[in-house]
């Protein structure tokens, strides 16, 4: 087998929280990736892998203030450790819904104060290209993350 060498970091710059998502299609893995936004925007950058050395800046996922609003942000706050899933059709890995979860927090008190932050996931069809659906949790949480039970 031949040595394979990659430049580190493998994805240079401002780019914290990476949060993966793998699509099985075909023999074939699909890996996309997006990133934390802090206090800037455009928001939650998305990159592209077919083998997790390589990565391609394919967009953002957050490019409008209708999905997120950072106007009136303190400084420290935004959005942190955005994640992003992908969850199969009927069990057809290539086939499915992307899911990303986000809260932007205005300021940051360690307190129960709901005020402080919105919260949102959006979801889209495979491709990356059009939000489809935008909900908002309730609940005091940092690091999301998203799961499906048998039922669901």
Same mark, same amino acid.
């Given at each position: 087998m031949a040595a394979t060498t990659f430049r580190n970091p493998v994805i240079p710059g401002f780019n914290p929280d990476p949060s993966v998502a793998v699509v099985h299609d075909a023999g074939s893995a699909t890996f996309l990736l997006c $990133?934390?936004?802090? *206090?800037? =925007? &455009? /928001? +939650? %950058?998305?990159?592209?892998?077919?083998? &997790? #050395?390589?990565?391609? &800046?394919? /967009?953002? %996922?957050?490019?409008? @203030?209708?999905?997120? *609003?950072?106007? $009136?942000? *303190?400084?420290? $706050?935004?959005?942190? %450790?955005?994640t992003l899933r992908h969850r199969p059709i009927d069990g057809r890995n290539g086939q499915g819904r992307f899911y990303l979860s986000? @809260?932007?927090?205005?300021?940051y008190r360690p307190t129960m104060d709901a005020s402080t932050y919105d919260e949102s996931m959006l979801s +889209?069809?495979? @491709?990356?290209? #059009? #939000?489809?659906?935008? #909900? =908002?949790? @309730?609940? =005091?949480?940092?690091? $999301?993350?998203?799961?499906w039970d048998s039922d669901s």
């Open positions: $990133t934390s936004m802090f *206090e800037f =925007f &455009l /928001g +939650c %950058a998305i990159y592209f892998s077919k083998h &997790l #050395v390589n990565w391609s &800046l394919i /967009g953002h %996922a957050l490019t409008q @203030r209708s999905q997120v *609003e950072m106007r $009136t942000i *303190e400084p420290g $706050t935004g959005s942190w %450790a955005s986000n @809260r932007v927090f205005h300021r +889209c069809e495979r @491709r990356l290209i #059009v #939000v489809k659906d935008r #909900v =908002f949790p @309730r609940g =005091f949480y940092v690091y $999301t993350d998203d799961i």
